[in-house]
């Protein structure tokens, strides 16, 4: 079974399909499940999105009042064996994932997918701790989502690095803008 973990696309107007790189529609196409940590903005990305995949989601804190209405803020879903816990805000930052940690437990999943970081972390100790980053408003980071992989009640992750520009301090650090 495979996943596409993506969350933070931030997507103000027009077709998601435009704004998100090729490559990760092209996987979210593939994927027989794909997880939306939150802040879509609109609900016209939300249903795009919607009828391209098999799609979970939950709210952002970005997301406008439709979306805050129709989306759960947390989410618990079943693949492949495992429980799959799905929120927005987790962790306090990319440095300590202890407030996730603590949030998976109290949901009783096996795995956590999170967003609102805007930067990619995968966290395994006795659970399995995601953020997939942003494939469109990185933060300290590439444009990013997150793939999964189960297979026999085991699972294994991978960060998708995506075309798209870098954050402004990514472009400060390297001189590069893509």
Known sequence: M??????????KSGSIT???????????KEADIVIHAGDFVTGQAYD??????????????MDEMS??????????????????????????SIHDTTGARYMAKEMGVDVLVFGHIHKPVIDK??????????PTAPRLSE????????DAGNISGK???????????MKAMTGYDT
Not at 143 to 150: F, H, K, T
């Open 2 to 11: 495979k996943i596409i973990a993506l969350a933070d696309t931030h997507i």
């Open 18 to 28: 435009e704004a998100l790189p090729a490559k990760l529609i092209e996987l979210i």
């Open 48 to 61: 795009e999105l919607a009828g391209l995949c098999r799609l979970e989601a939950v709210h952002g804190n």
């Open 67 to 92: 979306l805050k209405k129709l989306l759960p803020d947390r989410k618990i879903i079943e693949a492949g064996g495992l429980k799959i816990g799905i929120v927005h805000e987790a962790a306090l």
């Open 125 to 134: 100790s006795d659970l399995l701790l995601i953020c997939p980053g942003s």
């Open 143 to 150: 444009p990013s989502a997150i793939e999964l992989i189960i």
């Open 159 to 169: 960060v998708i690095t995506l075309d798209g520009t870098r954050c402004a301090s």
